[in-house]
């Protein structure tokens, strides 16, 4: 499609336009959006080339959208679709028009975080199920969808809108837990749903009050116990609890309401942590850190109140620390079986807005920001000098490891530095000039490569050239860096079938999206991809063939556009066999297994085919050339295959009409000839439409058939199996030689040019606790993977001192205490940990608010393994140095106690 450049330019600076409070941007297909830049050569592509390039037809969201209309869950940007603002989207319509019965997909970008600084687009807004408590009518609970951004006072207006309650009527809101219970909102009617931290699900109830303006007493056994006490007279909640309402409200300060049970007598430590949704990575990580014992002393002791650092224009005012201090006391203070950290994941949310959505994050992203977030708050630097970095200029390592640590420690000076921090040595050597740089940079954390797979496995369909054969679904291992060629191989081998009959194409939405050549690369292939090999009755480069795409489409009425439905196929025709009466024959036989046909002689035959798929014509569809949206103006009501009188000729005794069509199935792209004459196309290959009437559908096309599949279990049986590794061989990947990309080629200050150097990491010095992330989880430009590789990690005697290139370094040996696991593959895992309790040395798993004890030490090595936490035997630092955790909390109960009664009195 011929496009301006200045109109192209005009698109492109719309698309990368910045978001702006409060407008309507729109989600589209990313299969289409890609199909449309390809057709307007959107990136300045090489215009000679000389591959077909089509016309991406009516916009089509299908892919995105479920059943109910409503966008699927857990899609990603750039992977499932795109963003385009309201002026892009006018354009898209105005051009291409839209398939039938879908709505444009908009949605407003919000702000979010600290000071509502931060811009993001709302892709799943929260869906709010409202119910009246004590409504006479007894009128069903009804499920509204809000914004992050709607207030508290909107949702009471929804509330009073449906339920028809006055708003002069005093009314209570409460929150319905997953135990069923009710916990009162008190928060201002100012507060977002975000502030809130209420997710999609969330059950909110609301009660009126009687006449008089009393309020309907609720029984205690249907109320949160760290709100039942709101519902009573403040002199009994005074009498029972010792604590004025006024107090009461202000302990809540950070979320000191549990969610569980009452009673006193838990262990300190086993507190499971509720999930708000998809907050299972929030609470791996917590319960992880949780059982770091000098980490948790140093808060349940309350050192933190004189080293908060309210001032420091990198921390978060202090609140990170008060949120995870109150939390931690909490789960420690034995008072509680699970709890909602709802406060402190608001306070996450706040100062990081990527977190204060509900969707599921990295685990190790979130530990990042918290370590980080800590130590900021916990800075006892409270004015950072400025230090002027200098180079190696081959002096020692001694000499310039030393002066960087102390550099480092006069701008970085906290808890989270005594324990976690560590120093690194990294070489970086010029291929050019041999220039050799040396720096020394703190870490936190080890982040460990695992060997890349060397294979990928592809869920492939076959489909075999009989026609009485459903599908046959198989999923194969094949090499990561092959190509189709590798996956054909495997196709035929497992089959029995030639190896030169077999297509390989990609379908989506009833159509082919890709045909694949023999070289393409298996490692463009995605996850999400719907992958179909098809089975000719001749070699795939035979002259004498045709090879033919066939589509199935429906039209919806009279001007309406033709949709695709159903699986397409591809046939094979000798060319010298190739009439149109042949290409109806063939695709019969095809077909044959989910269609039936009617008997010429069948009164329906004379009602459905006479008079409505006579509508079905060459004519009437829309040929390429035209505006897509434009029908065509015609009176011709013939079709191929009838005569001009309306007499029915032989062709007319199938139910549909066969169209030759583009590649899209968007636009009619030739005439057929007549029903005896043979087709003489120059391709070797084309695409043809199997055009139907919904009614003639409906009774010939068995829909459930056609869409059955056989399974083939094991079909990766006798694939190259990853074998387990250790521990120790992702500490030797880490610190092996890697040379740089183009992508992150080094800067040389003595050639002054970027070059693509060698690089290497050595360990310098280690942390008293030293926190090792297994990189699992693997991006590129075509799809997201995680390596599920065993990785065998020691329970205890992890011996470091092979990995230190510091001479004369002490002894370290270390135990692990904690591990965050991953479950299932990316978008839609499952975060657990692993920790060791500090009291009674045994080992407990967290899985959101459950905790259960671990039968067997053995069973926390798994290839779940995403973050470990090790603690040194002989540690440097003076935390260590402290009394048992269960001492601290013994002695802290006496003094607390009061305080522990307002955390819900639990």
């Known amino acids: 499609m011929a496009m301006t450049r200045s109109k192209i330019a005009d698109i492109k600076q719309q698309l990368n336009k910045p978001l702006v409070k409060g407008e309507k941007w729109y989600l589209v297909d990313r299969k289409w959006f890609d199909q449309w830049k390809k057709y307007v050569n959107l990136d300045g592509q090489d215009e000679s080339d000389t591959q077909e390039i089509y016309n991406p037809g009516p916009l089509d969201n299908s892919s995105i959208l479920g059943k109910s209309g409503n966008l699927k869950p857990k899609l990603s940007e750039k992977e499932d679709y795109e963003v385009v603002p309201e002026s892009v989207w006018n354009y898209f319509n105005q051009t291409f028009g839209r398939m039938p019965k879908q709505e444009p997909i908009s949605r407003q970008v919000i702000d979010v975080g600290k000071d509502k600084e931060w811009l993001q687009l709302e892709i799943y807004p929260i869906d709010v199920e409202l119910e009246h408590i004590n409504n006479k009518n007894k009128q069903l609970p009804v499920t509204r969808e809000f914004s992050r951004n709607s207030t508290l006072a909107d949702v009471l207006n929804g509330f009073r809108l449906i339920y028809t309650i006055k708003t002069t009527t005093p009314v209570k809101i409460f929150e319905k837990e997953s135990n069923g219970k009710l916990r009162e909102i008190t928060e201002s009617q100012s507060s977002t749903l975000n502030d809130l931290c209420l997710s999609s699900g969330t059950k909110l109830s609301i009660q009126t009050a009687n006449p008089d303006g009393s309020f309907p007493r609720i029984d205690a056994r249907l109320t949160s116990s760290s709100n039942s006490v709101i519902a009573l007279p403040s002199s009994h909640a005074e009498k029972t609890t010792g604590l004025t309402t006024s107090q009461m409200a202000s302990s809540r300060t950070y979320g000191i309401n549990a969610d569980a049970s009452g009673s006193k007598g838990y262990q300190p430590g086993l507190c499971g942590l509720s999930n708000l949704g998809n907050t299972c990575f929030m609470n791996s990580i917590l319960q992880s850190l949780s059982n770091i014992p000098p980490l948790t002393l140093y808060f349940l002791e309350k050192r933190y109140l004189e080293e908060i650092n309210e001032d420091n224009p990198l921390g978060n005012h202090g609140e990170i620390a008060r949120a995870y201090a109150d939390l931690i006391r909490t789960i420690w203070s034995g008072q509680h079986s699970s709890y909602s950290p709802r406060q402190f ?35 006892r630097i409270k004015e950072k000098p400025y230090i002027e970095l200098k180079d190696s200029d081959d002096r020692d390592d001694e000499i310039v490891a030393q002066e960087a640590w102390e550099n480092y420690r006069k701008r970085n000076d906290s808890i989270i530095v005594d324990l976690f921090h560590g120093l690194l040595k990294s070489t970086v050597i010029c ?68 190896v030169n009959e077999l297509v390989v194409t990609e379908v989506c939405n009833s159509k082919f999206i890709k045909v694949y050549g023999p070289e393409d690369s298996i490692f463009s292939m995605t996850d999400r991809d719907t992958i179909y090999v098809y089975q000719l009755p001749c070699k795939i480069d035979d002259p004498s063939y045709y090879k033919i795409c066939v589509y199935n489409r429906e039209k919806k009425s009279t001007y309406g556009l033709l949709s695709p439905f159903g699986l397409p196929f591809i046939m094979g025709i000798k060319k010298s066999e190739a009439t149109v009466n042949r290409l109806y024959e063939g695709v019969v036989k095809k077909m044959q297994r989910y269609f039936k046909n009617l008997d010429p002689k069948d009164k329906l035959w004379e009602d459905m085919v006479l008079l409505e798929s006579s509508y079905i014509k060459k004519e009437e569809l829309i040929d390429e050339s035209e505006n897509i949206n434009e029908p065509m103006e015609t009176e011709d009501t013939s079709q191929p295959g009838s005569s001009q009188n309306g007499e029915v000729e032989e062709a007319v005794k199938y139910p549909f009409c066969i169209n030759r069509i583009n590649s899209i199935a968007s636009a009619v792209i030739g005439p057929l000839p007549d029903n005896d004459k043979l087709i003489d196309f120059n391709e070797d ?169 671990v039968s067997s030490e053995d069973q926390v090595i798994t290839k779940a393994g995403y973050v470990l936490f090790y603690v040194r035997r002989d540690p440097d630092s003076s935390h260590f140095n402290r009394p048992g955790i269960t001492d601290v909390v013994s002695s802290s109960k006496i003094e607390s106690e009061d305080e522990e009664n307002s955390m819900d009195q639990c």
């Open 431 to 498: 291929p050019k000039c041999s220039k050799v740089s040396v720096t020394f940079d703190p870490f936190c954390t080890l982040s460990l490569p695992l060997p890349a797979k060397k294979e990928k496995t592809v869920e492939v369909h076959l489909v075999k050239e009989g026609p009485s054969q459903r599908p046959i679904r198989h999923r194969f291992a094949v090499p990561k860096a092959g190509n189709v060629r590798d996956l054909l191989e495997v196709v035929s081998k497992q089959n029995g079938v030639p």
């Open 685 to 853: 290959s084309f695409y043809i439409s199997c055009d139907w009437t919904p009614s003639i559908r409906n009774i010939c096309y068995d829909a459930e058939e056609a869409e059955k599949t056989v399974d083939v279990p094991n079909s990766t049986k006798g694939a190259i199996k990853r074998s387990s590794m250790y521990l120790k061989e992702c500490l030797e990947l880490y610190t092996t030689v890697e040379k740089l990309g183009a992508d992150d080629a080094w800067y040389c200050p003595q050639c002054k040019e970027h070059q693509q150097a060698t690089k290497k990491f050595d360990i310098w010095s280690l942390p008293d606790v030293l926190v090792i992330q297994l990189k699992r989880f693997s991006y590129n430009r075509y799809s997201r993977d995680k390596l599920d590789i065993f990785v065998e990690f020691p329970l205890r005697d992890l011996e470091m001192n092979p990995y230190v290139v510091q001479k004369g370094y002490r002894q370290s040996i270390y135990d692990l205490v904690c591990v965050s696991n991953h479950y299932g593959g990316l978008g839609s895992g499952h975060y657990t940990a692993y920790a060791k309790n500090k009291d009674d040395k045994r080992w407990y798993s967290f899985d959101d608010s459950s905790v259960s004890p």
């Open 345 to 379: 994941k608001i306070q996450v949310g706040r100062f990081a807005p990527q977190f204060s959505n509900y969707l599921q994050h990295d685990s190790q992203e979130l530990l990042t920001f918290l370590l980080d977030g800590l130590h900021e708050d916990l800075n």
